[in-house]
C-alpha cells in the first residue's frame, strides 16, 4: 500500500504533524521546496543540539550537518519532490563528526488537494547497536569513519580493506550491501561533497581546492565535480555569489 500525504498547504501539514509529538523515539521533520525545515520532532531538533523544535524551522541540512552528509540528505529530498519514496533506507544522522549515529529513514513526498508536491515529509529511526539491526553500523562504522578522516589522502581499496582488517571483496560486499555502492564511489561522493562546501564558503583557488579533497590534479577534480553537480566548480561558485 502506498502513502500519499495530502494537506491543503504545509502550514496545515506542521499543525497535523506537531500531534506526533508524543511518540516515543520519533525522529521526524517536514521540508518545504527550497530544504528548510517546516516542522520537527523535538527528539530530532535535540539530536542536532536544539532545545527547542521551533528553533529549526526556516534551517535547512546545511545549517546542521556536515557538508559530506547535508548534501546527501539534500540529493535524496530531490527525488522525493520528483514523486519519489525513500523507504528504510540507511543513513547516517550528525550535525559534526563526532556525533554521528546510524538511521533507518523513510520520506515521502507532500501533495497539495490540487495534487502538486508541496514539500517532503520523514521520519527516521536510530537503530539499536544490541540489536540485529546494527550489523550496518558494525560492517560499516570503520571503513565510513577512515574516509571521513582521510578523504584528502591517496586512499585505495586495498589500504581501506587493510584498515579495516577486511579482504577487498568483503569490503566492497558490504557497501553494495548496505550502501548501494562501492568504497571507492563512497570515497568520492566524500571528496566532491567537502570540496563543494570549499567552493562554496572560501576563495581558495580551485587547484587549492583539489589537492586538499585529495584529487590528483585540477583537471580530475573539474570532470569529477561537473559529472556529479552538473557544473563546473567555478560556475558553481559564481552561481552562489549571485543567488546571496
Not at 544522522?93 to 523513510?106: D, Q
Not at 555502492?181 to 570549499?198: F, S
Request: charged share 25%; proline share 4%; net charge positive.
Amino acid at each position: 500500500m502506498t502513502i500519499k500525504i495530502t494537506f491543503p498547504n504545509l502550514e496545515v501539514a506542521s499543525s497535523a504533524f506537531q500531534l506526533l509529538m508524543p511518540i516515543e523515539n520519533l525522529h521526524a521533520w517536514l521540508k518545504d521546496l527550497n530544504g528548510q525545515f517546516v516542522f520537527t520532532s523535538d527528539l530530532f531538533a535535540q539530536r542536532f543540539g536544539f532545545d527547542a523544535a521551533s528553533k529549526l524551522v526556516g534551517l535547512s541540512d546545511h545549517d546542521l550537518a556536515p557538508p559530506y552528509l547535508a548534501n546527501r540528505y539534500i540529493e535524496d529530498d530531490q527525488q522525493v519532490l520528483q514523486g519519489a519514496l525513500i523507504t528504510d533506507q540507511l543513513e547516517l544522522l550528525a550535525h559534526n563528526e563526532k556525533n554521528a549515529s546510524w538511521f533507518r529513514t523513510s520520506k515521502w513526498p507532500v501533495y497539495n488537494l490540487q495534487g502538486k508536491i508541496i514539500g517532503s515529509y520523514g521520519v527516521s529511526k536510530k537503530i539499536d547497536l544490541s540489536d540485529s539491526q546494527a550489523t550496518p553500523f558494525h560492517e560499516l562504522n570503520v571503513p565510513i569513519e577512515y574516509i571521513q578522516q582521510k578523504y584528502s589522502e591517496s586512499i585505495s581499496v586495498e589500504k581501506l580493506a587493510q584498515a579495516c582488517h577486511a579482504s577487498i571483496s568483503t569490503l566492497e560486499r558490504r557497501f553494495k550491501k548496505h550502501l548501494s555502492k562501492t568504497p571507492l564511489q563512497y570515497i568520492m561522493e566524500v571528496r566532491l561533497d567537502n570540496a563543494r562546501m570549499m567552493v562554496f564558503d572560501s576563495s581558495a583557488k580551485m587547484s587549492n581546492i583539489a589537492q586538499e579533497t585529495g584529487f590528483v590534479d585540477n583537471s580530475h577534480f573539474t570532470r569529477a565535480y561537473k559529472k556529479r553537480f552538473n557544473i563546473s566548480p567555478s560556475a558553481d561558485r559564481r552561481q552562489r555569489m549571485q543567488k546571496v
